[in-house]
């Protein structure tokens, strides 16, 4: 499955934010879908998953009460929601998508978005 991901911006904190992802292809109902984010200088994180038929999901700490994933298989997109945005918060985000089961880890993954730019000035 091919991704793309957009809806980034420059936002003040406080503010929101929805980042959506395409998917092509016919099977995107068969993958777990991931976002993650990397920060200049620092490892690419977790940030939130959600299971093939939406029912599950989980989140990083840091964003858990302000972030929300969620997947229209109909549509082939998968979005992030982000409320109350905070300047820590300022990354790349990318989308990921794997087949195997719900997970928290990079390495998981084998699909991967080009990445949206998300700057929250304080």
């Known amino acids: 499955v091919q991704l793309q991901a957009s809806g980034g911006g420059l936002v003040q904190a406080g503010g929101s934010l929805r980042l959506p992802c395409a998917a092509s292809g016919r099977t995107f109902n068969m993958y777990n879908m991931g976002w993650f984010r990397q920060a200049p200088g620092l490892k690419r994180e977790f940030v939130a998953a959600?299971?093939?038929?939406?029912?599950?999901?989980y989140y990083a700490d840091s964003v858990k009460g302000r972030f929300t994933i969620s997947r229209d298989n109909a549509k082939n997109t998968a979005s992030l929601q982000m409320n109350s945005l905070k300047p820590e918060d300022t990354a790349v985000y990318y989308c990921?998508?794997?087949?195997?089961?719900?997970?928290?880890?990079?390495?998981?993954?084998?699909?991967w978005g080009q990445g949206t730019q998300v700057t929250v000035s304080s």
């Open positions: 959600i299971n093939w038929n939406g029912g599950t999901n």
């Open positions: 990921a998508a794997q087949p195997r089961s719900l997970s928290a880890i990079r390495d998981d993954y084998n699909s």
